[in-house]
C-alpha cells in the first residue's frame, strides 16, 4: 500500500552542491508532479509529466530539471542549489488529467545553507 | 498567472465554533478540489465539485462551489481540534492544478 514514496525525508545541502530528489509510485498514474511549499504557504508546481518521456514546466521551474523515463519514477534534480530553494518539495501523481484526485507524498524537507 | 486567493490567512478559534474558508478568483474553472494537509504529511483530498452551485457535505464539513465557478467555500460546523491542518482549494486548469494560498486552521480544546 506504498502509493507515492519520496527519498530522502531530510537533507541539507551546501551551496552549489548538486542532488536528486526521488519519486516512485506504484499506482500505475500516468500524470506526476514535483511541487515546492516555502513555510505557511501553498503549492507552486515546479515540473509536470503526462506520461512517460513527457515532462513541461510548471510556475517556477528555474534552478530544477526533470526526466521521466519511465512511469513510476518522477525524478527532480537541483544542479546548483541556492538558498532561494530551501524548501519543502512534494511529488504528487493522478490517474489521468489533474482534475482527478491528485495523490502525494510525504515531502522531502531540504535546506540550502 | 491565474491566482486563487484564499481567506482568512490564518484562523484560530475554539473548540465548538463555526468557520468559513473562502477560495475565490477571477478565473472560471472546470472544476475545484479541496485538500487538508497536516505538519509533515503531504496534501490529502477532502472533495471535488464540478458543477455551478454544487453543495457537497463531508461530516462535519460543508463545501460549495459559485454558480458562476470562480469561487468556493468551505464551513466547518462544531470544529474540533481534530481539523486542525492547513486547508487547501485548487482549481483544475488543463494538464494542471493550481493552488490557493491556504488556510491554516488551528482549533483549541
Known amino acids: 500500500n506504498a502509493g507515492v514514496t519520496q527519498t530522502p525525508k531530510f537533507r541539507i545541502l551546501k551551496i552549489g552542491q548538486s542532488m536528486t530528489l526521488q519519486c516512485t509510485q506504484d499506482m500505475n498514474h500516468n500524470y506526476m508532479y514535483w511541487y515546492r511549499q516555502d513555510p505557511g504557504m501553498g503549492l507552486k508546481l515546479i515540473y509536470y509529466s503526462v506520461g512517460a518521456g513527457i515532462t513541461d514546466k510548471g510556475e517556477v521551474p528555474n534552478g530544477y530539471n526533470v526526466s521521466r523515463s519511465t512511469t513510476e519514477d518522477f525524478p527532480l534534480r537541483l544542479e546548483l542549489a541556492a538558498p532561494s530553494q530551501t524548501s519543502v518539495y512534494f511529488c504528487?501523481?493522478?490517474?489521468?488529467?489533474?482534475?482527478?484526485?491528485?495523490?502525494f507524498g510525504d515531502g522531502t524537507r531540504l535546506s540550502i545553507l | 498567472t491565474q491566482l486563487l486567493e484564499q481567506s482568512p490567512q490564518f484562523l484560530s478559534i475554539q473548540e465548538g465554533e463555526n468557520l468559513t474558508v473562502y477560495c475565490n478568483s477571477s478565473?472560471?474553472?472546470?472544476?475545484l478540489q479541496w485538500y487538508r494537509q497536516e505538519p509533515g504529511e503531504g496534501p490529502v483530498l477532502l472533495v471535488t465539485?464540478?458543477?455551478?452551485?454544487e453543495v457537497k457535505k463531508l461530516k462535519r464539513l460543508t463545501f460549495q462551489f459559485g454558480d458562476a465557478r470562480k469561487d468556493s467555500s468551505l464551513h466547518i460546523t462544531a470544529a474540533q481540534p481534530g481539523d486542525t491542518g492547513l486547508y487547501l482549494c485548487a482549481a483544475h486548469n488543463t494538464d494542471k492544478l493550481i493552488f490557493g494560498t491556504g488556510t491554516r486552521l488551528q482549533v483549541f480544546p
Open positions: 465539485v464540478v458543477t455551478g452551485g
Open positions: 504528487a501523481s493522478s490517474p489521468q488529467w489533474a482534475g482527478q484526485p491528485q495523490h
Open positions: 478565473s472560471v474553472f472546470s472544476s
